[in-house]
């Protein structure tokens, strides 16, 4: 009993006991987190392949539906069909949709009169003259020029998509469709390995399934509870029926018979790879704890009887006593422990004198850092004023480097800082220095030779990295700037030298000089840069901005519909400063967001007071990359909208292609959700970026605003007629309302008309006015805006807004 009470007394007895304990009670609380985990991810993977299943069946809907407009149009400009149908040749319009649609592997084929009334009927070619299945789907298509919906024909399922037949004016329409049957939801299934039902209702209301992948008679108990959720159109509502999880959606257009879509994924097979792993967790957790007891108990004995050595070494390491060796004839971790004590006080003279180094050293080229060419410039002051020794810096950056990096890589840049470093050296005496200073960034201290000496050495770097650097096999240009400060002449201050050499830099790389000498008026520039800046804080919260107006033209109906809001600030020292002098830094800085706080509710109240004087106009607003980053964009859009009354449509919201390509994914979040608000988006100076339409169209945008350059001399300029031509074209196939900027007079006005712009905009039609002369400039001109009919009901006067 004694020794039992000594054994567990004994360290080695407690190591291997806490071990153990510790061991098994977190592999318990490991196993149990994971039984809890793997059901809520059972879960969630089951909800995240439903909505993925969901987004797949709409998706192949929706090229269905691109398929049969397509398919549809080609069929309706057929210059022999049209004259078939124009003549009512029936042999010739049966024959052509029959061939059509063979084309096509369409399951239906109709021709249908501008009375809803069919002429022509591939699944009842015999028929007499008789009504359209779905008259409202032929109103919708009357309405917006096409139409798509989903029409339980002879109780099955189309997809049906309705084109009209134009010679110029619709004589007829063109219905195609395809059969959603088993064979189009067992492809769906083999991509999402869903099953998938669709419910129809009979004539009197009752649902009933059309097709499925699951017996019908598992399917039947179970309608009910699925026709019993009514969610919005288009919302899944998310169930779990008889062992499946299941989400609910309604598909219903304007001219749509209403058509449930049940998409149902196995909770045994979801979870069954969750029940797998689990089984294997118990197995392993048995294995590990058996093992953690014997690896416990051997390793405390082993580990504590060499501690109390260990210990007293650790103490003289930890007083600065590294002489000391300790002396442990062990093969295992313990002994490994104390040869890396030994190693260790060997290597720290080592390090020791490293760490200096590499305090003043670059360790990619070799050449002193920043602190060692600060300190040797300071120094080489002193020297100044001691001995009057000439001092001159040199600041230098590559020109190119970044669009090198970006292009071949950070291990072709190390290449190129490797080899400008060599040139450097190579380039300067033995007594200066050349360090590298950040980056792309190099430093030379001159300390010999005259004054003229800097500037000669400056053209002499130029030209020598003039000549074109190899990288495994390819030559890149590289170029730089440089900028040069003398002592006494630009400072007597190693800190004020080497900034006013850089301040030289920059302004030879913004002149792009190669080289330029500090001058007091470069760093006057500066400040008053910074001086606008603080000045504009100050404008925001003293209301010196203004807003400008400039119309908007509707060239097919000659009506003002808009006003693109322009912001001006009117300084009180230095009078109206134009936006180009202050945005792009407001940008830089960010203040912009501020800028755009206020531009947004005053554009607002603006709208709000033509709104009360009963003139309709939608305002555009301008927003740059930083506000499109900004997660507040969308509720200040909608606390101004509501505050001063203005309806959502009347709002377009501008952004430019570059921003567009600035952070794409965040960005496309913000303006899903500035769309589904209810704001238009246009896209601003489109022609001078590099976004697709592809990626345009995908952000579901209203506006394409052509850039000013292709649009100024259009009337004289066939290059640019036929760029404008072509934007139009495409912004029309992508359903945009397409805006050509800067239109200088009546000529380029015609000429829009004629290339089929839907809006112009420009000094040919109004300068950007404030509101007080442009209200008085619309009530004199001959184009006027639309006008409120009713303003407590919000009906308007007119045309819709385009």
Known sequence: MKWDAIKVRSLSTRLALVFVLLFTLVQAGVLLLVDQVSGRIGREISAQELQVGERVLLRLLDQNR??????AEVLSKDFAFREAVATGDLPTIQSVLGNHGTRIQASVMMLVSPDAMLIADSLHPGAQRRPFPRPTLIHAAQQRGRASALLMIDDSLYQVVVVPVLTPDPVAWVAMGFLIDAGFLNDLRVLTSLHVSFLGQDANDVWHVLATTRPRKEMEPALPSVTAQDGATGIPVPLRLDGFDTIV??????????????????????????????????????????????????????ITHPLAELTQFAKRVRDGDYTGRIELKRGDEVGALAVSFNHMLEGIAAREGEVMRLAYADTLTGLPNRAMFNDRLAQAVKLYRRTKAPVSVLVMDLDRFKYINDTLGHEAGDVVLEEVAKRLRNTVRESDTVARLGGDEFGILLTTGGSDRALVVARMIDAVLEEPIEIHGQHVDVGSSIGVAECPTHGEEAGLLLRHADIAMYEAKHRKLGVAVYDARYDKHRAEQLSLLSDLRKAIAERQLRLYYQPKLDLRRDRLVGVEALVRWQHPDR?????????????????????????IPEAMRQCGVWLAEGVSLSVSINVSTRDLLDRELPGIFVSATRAYGVPLDLVIVEVTESALMEDPQRVHEIMRELKQLGLRLAIDDYGTGYSSLAYIQRLQCDELKVDRTFVTHISGRDKDAAIVRSTIDLGHSLGLTVVAEGVEDAEAIDVLRQLGCDLGQGFGICRPLPPDQLTEWIAGCEWQPRRVRDKSAGAWDGMPVV
Do not use: H, N, Y
């Open 249 to 302: 959606t309604t598909l219903a257009k304007e001219g749509s018979d209403p058509v449930k879509v049940i998409l149902q994924r196995s909770v045994t097979d979801g979870l069954e790879p969750l029940d797998r792993l689990k089984s294997l967790l118990v197995l392993l957790m048995l294995a590990s704890i058996g093992a953690s007891i014997i690896g416990s108990v051997v390793l405390a004995r082993r």
């Open 575 to 599: 009078g109206m400063v134009p936006p180009s002098e202050f945005i792009p830094f407001a940008e830089q800085t960010g203040v912009i967001r501020e800028v755009t706080r206020w531009v």
């Open 66 to 71: 691109q398929r049969l407009t397509q398919a």
